[in-house]
């Protein structure tokens, strides 16, 4: 099951203009299994993002207000920022959703625009989902992650295709693919 609370305006940006902006672009990772962190690096392997890791949701808080400590006095268009945050629901110290109000208060209290929270989660009854849109999350993405939701999130979000992934291949079988291919190359 696959739920989309809210979907952002579509960039007007070109797609290729958009790919070669990718490098710029970080995602937040947030859970308290090292092998879910891995996992979604691994996922988010095709898309060239910098995946910063937090294994809690105090974490994940203090991150987010220390980046955007560092950008206060520039543009922050101009300012290397998160995109997408990937949000686990259980964590010791502060759960998903707790530790998404913060961030969202502090994204408004600093007039800085939305971060896209993705709750990445096995919690997918009505309950979480009721809470989840309270708070501001974006999008309820079952575990285990279906790489073509995880496109499809991607692309509504970052603009930026899949443009590698072969039917029915996994982004860890894409990995795989991509580094044999380079290493055949040399």
Same mark, same amino acid.
Do not use: E
């Given at each position: 099951?696959?739920?989309?609370? $809210?979907?952002?305006?579509? *960039?007007?940006?070109? $797609?290729?203009?958009?790919? *070669?902006?990718?490098?710029?672009?970080q995602v937040h990772g947030v859970d308290d299994n090292m092998y879910n962190i891995l996992s979604l690096t691994a996922q988010l392997t095709p898309f060239k993002l910098n995946v910063l890791k937090a294994f809690d949701g105090q974490e994940a808080v203090e991150l987010i207000e220390d980046l955007q400590n560092k950008v206060e006095g520039c543009r922050i268009s101009s300012c290397k920022r998160i995109k997408i945050i990937f949000m686990d629901y259980e964590m010791p110290r502060l759960n998903g959703l707790k530790a998404t109000a913060l961030i969202k208060g502090i994204l408004e209290s600093k007039n800085i625009p939305d971060i896209p929270v993705i709750l990445n989660t096995a919690h997918n009854d009505a309950e979480t989902r009721t809470e989840a849109t309270k708070v501001g999350i974006d999008v309820i993405l079952p575990k285990p992650t279906n790489p073509n939701q995880l496109k499809e999130v991607m692309d509504n979000y970052l603009s930026v295709s899949y443009t590698h992934l072969r039917a029915h291949e996994t982004p860890e079988h894409l990995v795989c693919r991509l580094l044999l291919e380079k290493k055949n190359k040399h």
């Open positions: 099951f696959f739920l989309m609370i $809210r979907r952002p305006p579509r *960039s007007t940006q070109s $797609r290729s203009s958009a790919a *070669s902006d990718v490098y710029k672009r």
